[in-house]
């Protein structure tokens, strides 16, 4: 469907659809802390905002310079770019599958919200310097961690516009992986999906060793 109207009702629904996925996906995931948010937060969602605001990524090394979305502190509230995820679509022959694309965004953020209500510090400064990591790694981790689940969740549809979208997605990380791409380094959990519970787990306990684990 092309560049749909009644975008806030679709994002409302695929959200519950996201959200349905996130719990089974993250049953595989043994952890006390995690179980015990998620526990506290039962049926949460997160404030959807659309935005047709543009915003250019000043310094991106990746294939598109506009944020898609972004998820904020405040409520843990998520924001669409639908004029961006559209241009996005445009510039990757993906017209006909801007509602794919919407979804990857949302499923996205979504992850980033509950990730930090889990783990906030991944998304903030460390104190200590010396014992914690830069920004620019963290951000890498908590990229290449949100970017995977959305992946995720579009390959869970077989066959659909949704998998057009994951296998665009992933070559977009191959392409840019020695662009330094925060992205690209989901592929690792391509290979090996065990290892992205490994790094949420380790992000939260010790960030450099997370670092050093998606790295090698
Ligand atoms: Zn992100």
């Given at each position: 469907m092309m560049f749909t109207c009644n975008i806030d009702s679709f994002l409302e629904n695929e959200l519950v659809k996201i959200r349905g996925y996130f719990y089974k996906l993250m049953a595989n995931f043994p952890n006390d802390s995690f179980e015990k948010m998620l526990g506290e937060r039962k049926e949460w969602l997160p404030l959807i905002y659309m935005s047709d605001e543009v915003i250019v990524?000043?310094?991106?090394?990746?294939?598109?310079?506009?944020?898609l979305g972004k998820s904020i502190k405040k409520g843990y509230s998520v924001f669409i770019y639908h004029e961006a995820v559209k241009e996005y679509c445009c510039k990757f022959h993906l017209e006909n599958e801007y509602e794919s694309a919407l979804s990857m965004v949302l499923a996205h953020e979504y992850f980033h919200s509950i990730h930090r209500i889990w783990d906030e510090k991944a998304y903030l400064q460390d104190a200590s310097p010396r014992k914690g990591i830069s920004m620019e790694r963290k951000h890498q981790l908590t990229e290449s961690l949100a970017d995977y689940f959305a992946f995720s969740w579009l390959s869970?549809?077989?066959?659909?516009d949704y998998m057009a979208v994951a296998k665009h997605r992933k070559g977009l990380w191959k392409e840019y992986a020695p662009a330094n791409?925060?992205?690209?380094?989901a592929l690792v959990f391509v290979n090996s999906p065990e290892i992205f519970f490994e790094i949420l787990r380790l992000l939260k306990s010790n960030p450099a060793m997370a670092y050093r684990k998606l790295s090698s």
């Open positions: 990524i000043p310094k991106g090394n990746g294939p598109f310079d506009k944020q869970s549809h077989e066959g659909s791409w925060p992205y690209s380094s």
